[in-house]
């Protein structure tokens, strides 16, 4: 190959590595700057191919999609005093990527911390105007437009926006939930006394009640039972007067007949009579 050849091959490659230098895209997931001697000279990029001068032009890039991050357990301290650690995330995106250069260096790790302090300044506001059973019944919306409330003058000095803030838990701390653990054991086992009292109050006084109706029961059925006792035996008499006024004869065999019946045959029993009395004459009639 030629000296001519490879000076123009030569030249092509220069010309070709120059414009590769001096093009950059920028992606629509992308923001970018671009610095001329350290010095930002352009920040609003559209999707596309762009142009820059190569060794005095640089160009950093950065994730203009909503990012996600998440944050331990911090305590919180309720209107009433109590201690609630939250467990959040935080979504937020870069929205002026010049000031989010100058706020953060443009380091990620950075602006996630300093927005964790603004977001944990804004849930200690929003959280210590409510009881423990207002943040837990609190409506979302309104929850988290307190915390943009509280924090978004904060967060727009980063460049940057934020989105959404999820409380993931909430937990009262070890020994808090211990002294409320025992403090509902205390309450459910003093309600578990007063029912039980109650109950055998009640049971007592059900027993009471039923004793009484059993002895009302039992004195009305003997009560009764006398009346139509002495009625059958009233019944009975002007029966036996009736009869024995018609068959005198008849009526005294009977009675005789039931005086042997229950007199004689009974086992251990004695009769002291004279054979010749009145009580065996009708032993002597059969037997003539």
Do not use: C
């Not at 002294?179 to 007063?194: D, E, G, I, K, L």
């Amino acid at each position: 190959m030629s000296r001519n050849a490879l000076q123009a091959l030569a030249g092509l490659l220069l010309v070709a590595w120059l414009v590769s230098a001096s093009v950059f895209t920028v992606r629509e997931t992308e923001l970018a700057i671009k610095f001329r001697l350290r010095e930002i000279v352009a920040t609003d990029f559209e999707p596309g191919m762009h142009f820059m001068i190569p060794w005095i032009e640089k160009v950093q890039k950065f994730d203009r999609r909503v990012l996600t991050i998440n944050y331990p357990a911090e305590p919180f301290l309720t209107s009433e005093g109590k201690i609630l650690n939250v467990d959040f995330f935080v979504k937020w995106r870069v929205s002026d990527v010049g000031q989010f250069y100058l706020a953060t260096n443009g380091e990620e790790e950075a602006a996630a911390g300093r927005l964790a302090e603004i977001v944990k300044d804004g849930l200690k506001g929003v959280i210590a105007r409510r009881t423990i059973q207002q943040v837990v019944a609190a409506e979302r919306a309104e929850f988290i437009g307190d915390i943009l409330q509280f924090s978004g003058t904060s967060v727009g000095q980063l460049g940057i926006t934020l989105v959404d803030v999820r409380v993931k838990r909430i937990d009262l701390p070890e020994e808090v939930s211990e002294s409320v653990y025992n403090r509902m054991q205390q309450t459910f086992r003093r309600q578990a006394s007063q029912l039980r009292a109650e109950g055998d109050e009640q049971a007592q006084r059900i027993r009471a009640e039923a004793e009484r109706e059993r002895t009302e029961l039992l004195a009305n059925g003997n009560r009764d039972a006398d009346v139509i006792r002495g009625e059958g035996d009233a019944q009975a008499a002007v029966t036996y007067a009736r009869a024995y006024g018609r068959y005198p004869e008849f009526f005294s065999l009977h009675r005789s007949l039931e005086a042997y019946r229950n007199s004689i045959g009974q086992p251990n029993d004695v009769l002291v009579i004279a054979p010749k009395g009145e009580f065996f004459k009708y032993f002597k009639q059969s037997g003539r």
